[in-house]
């Protein structure tokens, strides 16, 4: 059976997915049609119900919880590895509100912790993740909304924090911070679901049993080379939550929902969103 896979570009995502689409492990008779992009891109591709098995924003699965479940391995959730808010300058909270904002996607869930956080912020502009940092140094922009390894980047670069939305989040609920799910279709037989949930967790495994061996994959994808870079990526968002969101997870991710309703940020959702 070949399965249509979608999954980022991103250190945390190879990491994950290289020993189950590269044959490291037994697939046990599962084949992958591999789709790699920038999280938004594959957020649109999930609105058009055209992949079996996505990585996606828990933002964007709010928008296709009818047609897509939440799997329990390979999330990216955790602690102090939320988004952050930067600038050239100093930029106090209280103008927050009035800037223009550089954001890496409508459907990201860095722009659903922003509008949580400043639900009157308005002026915001899409721009590919890589590209944010360039935009805010160039005066293009006010501030940027920056995700993935661009947190390890943009103090080289002499730019400022305004907000970290993480600490905002975990401040506020006392809980981890969902920024993306892996989602299968929910026309897949459950056995077939249950099967991709171990062989993602299996693949975990693997990755951290054999440090090196995804490393040449890592690379062949990796926006920022340098490999301490990738593995400080690595480290921040792989973690236990990856291997199983577990209770806590699952508990953050109803909450963002709730947040995200109070602000008419999102529809009303399939009643299940997990396998």
């Not at 995804?214 to 870079?229: C, G």
Request: with cysteine.
């Amino acid at each position: 059976m070949i399965l249509k896979i979608g999954f980022s570009t991103c250190p945390n995502d190879t990491f994950i997915f290289d020993a189950m689409i590269n044959n490291k492990i037994d697939t046990q008779g599962l084949a992958f049609d591999i789709r790699m992009a920038d999280v938004e891109e594959l957020n649109k591709e999930a609105f058009n119900n055209n992949l079996d098995i996505t990585k996606l924003s828990y933002h964007a699965y709010a928008h296709v919880s009818q047609n897509y479940a939440l799997l329990s391995s390979g999330s990216a959730l955790g602690n102090n590895n939320g988004p952050l808010l930067i600038s050239k300058y100093k930029i106090y909270p209280d103008e927050i509100d009035s800037i223009k904002v550089a954001i890496p996607g409508e459907y990201t869930t860095a722009n659903m912790l922003l509008s949580i956080a400043y639900p009157n912020l308005k002026n915001k502009k899409e721009y590919l993740f890589s590209d944010i940092e360039e935009a805010v140094l160039s005066n293009e922009i006010d501030a940027g909304l920056i995700i993935h390894e661009n947190r390890f980047t943009y103090k080289s670069k002499g730019l400022k924090k305004i907000i970290d939305l993480g600490e905002y989040w975990e401040e506020k609920t006392k809980l981890p911070i969902p920024l993306g799910g892996i989602v299968i279709n929910r026309k897949i037989s459950t056995e077939i679901q249950k099967k991709i949930e171990k062989l993602i967790a299996e693949s975990i495994n693997y990755a951290y049993n054999n440090p090196k061996s995804s490393l040449n994959f890592i690379k062949q994808y990796a926006q920022e080379m340098k490999e301490e870079v990738m593995y400080k990526h690595i480290n921040l968002y792989v973690n236990k939550y990856s291997i199983n969101i577990g209770e806590d997870g699952k508990k953050a991710i109803k909450r963002l929902y709730d947040e995200a309703r109070k602000i008419n940020l999102i529809p009303e959702m399939h009643e299940n969103i997990f396998v």
